[in-house]
């Protein structure tokens, strides 16, 4: 199993703070540590946020998705785990198993996804999957 170095927990904390809008994290080049590929400015855009998603590599990304229910904004929060195609299947497994690590660290989930396409982790998608998700929209 992988080990989430410590950068996760403060990428992870600048968003829960709000100071970023989301952190995208990958495997080392050795795949022995989960670390920090991207963190988002507070005021990055959801087009943003789905250019800083490798192309090539299979990464998780904890993402502020703002949100209105019954006329309050809220903020909710998605872990989306991101397999593009092309990645080994060997690979794809092992996101299954880290996926654990890395919930050590980032605790605070609205809804948990899985993508493997970015027509899957549209805003209304994330929206859709906010409404269907088992989870309650007061978290």
């Given at each position: 199993m992988a080990?989430?170095?410590?950068?996760?927990k403060e990428a992870y904390a600048s968003v829960r703070k709000g100071e970023a809008r989301y952190a995208v994290f990958t495997y080392n080049?050795?795949?022995?540590?989960i670390v920090v590929h991207q963190l988002g400015s507070s005021d990055a855009d959801h087009d943003t946020f789905l250019k800083d998603l490798p192309t090539d590599a299979?990464?998780?990304?904890?993402?502020?998705?703002?949100?209105?229910?019954?006329?309050?904004?809220?903020?909710?929060?998605?872990?989306a785990r991101w397999i593009p195609k092309g990645v080994s299947p060997l690979v794809k497994g092992r996101t299954s198993v880290d996926n654990r690590a890395l919930q050590t660290v980032v605790k605070d989930i609205s809804v948990?996804?899985?993508a493997s396409?970015?027509?899957?982790?549209?805003?209304?998608?994330?929206?859709?999957?906010?409404?269907?998700?088992?989870?309650s929209w007061n978290y």
């Amino acid at each position: 199993m992988a080990v989430v170095v410590e950068a996760c927990k403060e990428a992870y904390a600048s968003v829960r703070k709000g100071e970023a809008r989301y952190a995208v994290f990958t495997y080392n080049s050795d795949r022995t540590e989960i670390v920090v590929h991207q963190l988002g400015s507070s005021d990055a855009d959801h087009d943003t946020f789905l250019k800083d998603l490798p192309t090539d590599a299979a990464a998780w990304a904890y993402y502020a998705f703002p949100a209105t229910v019954d006329e309050v904004d809220r903020t909710k929060f998605v872990l989306a785990r991101w397999i593009p195609k092309g990645v080994s299947p060997l690979v794809k497994g092992r996101t299954s198993v880290d996926n654990r690590a890395l919930q050590t660290v980032v605790k605070d989930i609205s809804v948990e996804i899985a993508a493997s396409e970015l027509s899957e982790i549209t805003e209304k998608g994330l929206y859709v999957q906010h409404r269907c998700s088992s989870r309650s929209w007061n978290y």
